[in-house]
């Protein structure tokens, strides 16, 4: 990290990928201009992804001959975010034009053929991704988190956080009016206690749990409460089927899920 100048994210994925050849790698790296992280010019700018334009000209040297090899094989970008890999094309065609010799004509093909190749996949959240995730039964919160934590990390940061929440409450026909930007990262910074950027679970179950208890609250037999509950808390657990409930139904709107299931029950941290 210190030696390169470059983000802790960064330095493990290069690590973790590439072994001990991650220090040729590091040397191809160009400067970003900022004061941290000095080098690795990300090709995703603003995105929570690791891959950087060392990469690209350390898999022309490997190789590598096409824009699409690079976002499928090199990085797996075209796997992860279709959105985020059309982001990176003209990039890494610029990087790969230098390395390789190609011409303007080259380049533009190759450009164009790439974002061809990404029609093909709907990225971390594909299409019709709504219906299959609305139509599964998660356990316990423990298994919500874990779906949302798409690259494994252990971890939520805000972009997953995003995409899951499009991906279960937005149309299957893209429409995504139903999330906002502002509201997600509302939610993110109530679940993110330490202000870190990074959701762990123990911070994701209290975060659910605090709103399911104002909910209860505010809905109790006893008259209720004015308590604050999280907007989009509220749409997840409409939307989401979490069998540890319990099997009843409190509200009495027969939204119980097949096998004593509950859509918006209670659960706890275990």
């Keep these: 990290v210190q030696q390169h100048g470059m983000s802790h994210s960064v330095a493990t994925h290069l690590v973790q990928t590439y072994g001990g050849r991650a220090h040729d790698v590091c040397h191809l790296s160009s400067a970003t201009n900022r004061t941290w992280p000095r080098y690795g010019v990300s090709l995703t700018p603003g ?3 690791p891959y950087i334009d ?6 022309c040297r490997e190789y590598a001959c096409t824009v699409e090899d690079v ?3 090199r990085t797996r970008l075209a796997f992860l975010n279709q959105d985020a890999a059309k982001l990176a094309i003209p990039m890494i065609a610029d990087i790969m034009t230098e390395e390789l010799g190609w011409t303007q004509n080259i380049r533009e093909e190759q450009i164009q053929a790439a974002a061809q190749y990404l029609e093909a996949y709907g990225g971390r959240v594909p299409r019709g991704a709504g219906s299959i995730l609305r139509n599964r ?4 919160v423990k298994e919500v988190f874990d779906v949302i934590d798409t690259d494994g990390s252990g971890f ?3 972009t997953e956080l995003h995409e899951f929440a499009c991906g279960l409450l937005c149309d299957d026909n893209d429409d995504m009016s139903s999330v906002s930007v502002e509201e997600v990262q509302a939610t993110f910074a109530a679940m993110d206690v330490n202000g870190n950027g990074r959701v762990v679970e123990r911070e994701f179950v209290t975060w659910w749990n605090d709103n399911d208890h104002n909910d209860r609250s505010n809905y109790s037999e006893y008259g209720g409460s004015d308590v604050h509950v999280d907007s989009l808390w509220l749409k997840l657990k409409q939307a989401l089927v979490i069998s540890e409930g319990g099997g009843h139904d409190d509200d009495g709107d027969d939204n119980t899920a097949p096998g004593g299931a509950v859509r918006g029950g209670s659960y706890m941290f275990g």
């Design 137 to 140: 039964t998660y356990r316990r």
């Design 156 to 158: 939520i940061d805000v």
């Design 71 to 73: 976002l499928s094989r």
């Design 47 to 49: 995105l929570q992804y």
């Design 54 to 59: 060392a990469e690209v000209r350390y898999a």
